[in-house]
């Protein structure tokens, strides 16, 4: 009886055991559920079995695009270039993410003298609009949610007629958000159609756009983000569009001053509103003509090509100038406890800040041999314990014999 008693309660603990990884199994697919993924990549896909999943994924963005269903999704970009023209439609709450602009490119494919007004790469609303003026659309008179997010785009980027978010995405071209107007069919007594109004809206945050911004019909937040080239909104009431606003704040703009431009026969503009953090100023990028939009720094630039950290002989305005509210936590150190502005603000690419001597590791503004002893006693420690940062003096996230060559090759220099 007594081991009927005992092999019960066994069976009892294996029975609860295994209804809790069950409840913990249906927690994790619901969670899943809430949040669904569709994979793309154009290296691991296999021809036929391009379902969406991260074993068989998609093998372009649009294919991944035309996937979603109800509800929305998530597409998760896996790195590489993607030589393609993206179009957003039908679906609200779509995501196109990607790992970073360092690794992740939308170069379109538009060629440049065949359709030299749609040499764009869009994420638009609207699959029939490629190199159209104009086309029929049906129209719900609802902006759909889009959000792009960790994207090189190499040409123009924008959105139309839709709430679209560009967060941490370099644009190399020019970025353009604007409502559109689209025709609804079925007026009977005028076999006609009418004109309906899209009026969209646009975030863009933590960008940098090398072309500068032209948006009209919405309106515009920008935040932290870097803009070579002029930003403007105009005023297209010609087209019965909405007002528009255009609202930027913590970011650098190398061209004019964003303005309204009001067209002509018309007598009212959107506002502009400049609120508090704006510089005007270079952005000193690193090699922008090459599409390497990093921040210039003294202390430390991400280079891409070389997946090494390099330092310049000058640092950008815009590290350390973004909103000081903004989350800076993912900036590797020293990362001046505030957010930079541009494409790489608050990811691991960000440009080191100027408040620390590279190889002073024991922070007394000279390096010497006590730092070289400083950094010896710490090889092999994990980087992110204390202030180890100071001895990965190369930011490889390692600290070994190579960040002592650098200490030696930077020794007798001092804070100025
Ligand atoms: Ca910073
Ligand atoms: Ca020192
Ligand atoms: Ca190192």
Redesign the pocket.
């Known amino acids: 009886m007594e081991s009927f008693r005992t092999l019960s309660a066994s069976l009892f603990a294996v029975v609860v055991l295994a209804l809790a990884i069950c409840m913990s199994l249906a927690a994790t697919e619901m969670a899943a559920a809430a949040t669904p993924g569709i994979f793309v990549s154009n290296t691991r896909y296999t021809p036929g079995k391009e379902y969406g999943t991260w074993l068989y994924p998609c093998k372009s963005i649009q294919d991944g695009v035309f996937r979603v269903g109800m509800g929305g999704a998530i597409i998760l970009i896996e790195d590489g270039t993607y030589v393609e023209n993206v179009a957003v439609s039908y679906y609200s709450g779509i995501e196109l993410r990607g790992n970073g602009p360092s690794v992740c490119v939308l170069q379109g494919n538009f060629g440049a003298s065949a359709q030299t007004e749609c040499e764009t790469t869009y994420v638009y609303d609207d699959p029939e609009w490629f190199g159209q003026s104009h086309s029929v659309r049906t129209c719900t008179g609802t902006p759909i949610d889009v959000a792009v997010t960790g994207l090189a785009i190499t040409g123009n980027a924008g959105g139309s007629g839709t709430n679209i978010r560009f967060t941490n995405c370099v644009v190399g071209g020019e970025l353009n958000i604007s409502g559109y107007s689209c025709e609804v069919w079925g007026i009977p007594e005028f076999g006609a159609f009418e004109y309906e109004t899209v009026p969209g809206t646009g975030v863009v945050i933590n960008c940098t756009v090398a072309n500068g911004m032209d948006c009209g019909a919405a309106d515009v937040t920008v935040r932290n983000s870097v803009i070579l080239g002029a930003a403007k909104v105009h005023n297209q009431a010609a087209w019965s569009y909405g007002p528009a606003t255009l609202d930027v704040a913590y970011t650098c703009w190398s061209g004019p001053t964003p303005i309204c431009i009001t067209k002509s026969g018309h007598t009212t503009c959107p506002d502009v509103v400049l609120g508090e953090g704006n510089i005007e100023v270079d952005p000193l990028l690193a090699d922008p003509l090459n599409g390497d939009y990093h921040l210039k720094s003294r202390f430390g630039r991400r280079n891409p090509a070389t997946q090494t950290w390099v330092t310049d002989d000058v640092t950008s305005p815009c ?2 100038a ?1 909103d000081p509210a903004s989350d ?1 936590s993912s ?1 590797p150190q020293p ?6 502005m541009g494409a790489y ?1 608050n990811t691991t690419e ?4 100027t408040t620390y001597l590279i190889g002073d590791v024991n922070g007394d503004c000279a390096v010497n041999v006590l730092d070289l002893i400083q950094a010896r006693n710490r090889l092999g420690q994990a980087v992110s314990s204390g202030d180890n940062w100071k001895a990965d003096v190369n930011g490889d996230g390692l600290i070994n014999v190579l960040d002592l060559l650098v200490i030696r090759g930077k020794l007798n220099t001092q804070c100025e």
């Not at 990362?335 to 930079?340: A, D, K, Q």
């Not at 960000?350 to 800040?353: F, I, V």
């Open positions: 590290i350390d973004g800076y900036e990362n001046g406890s505030r957010i930079n603000g960000a440009s080191r800040s």
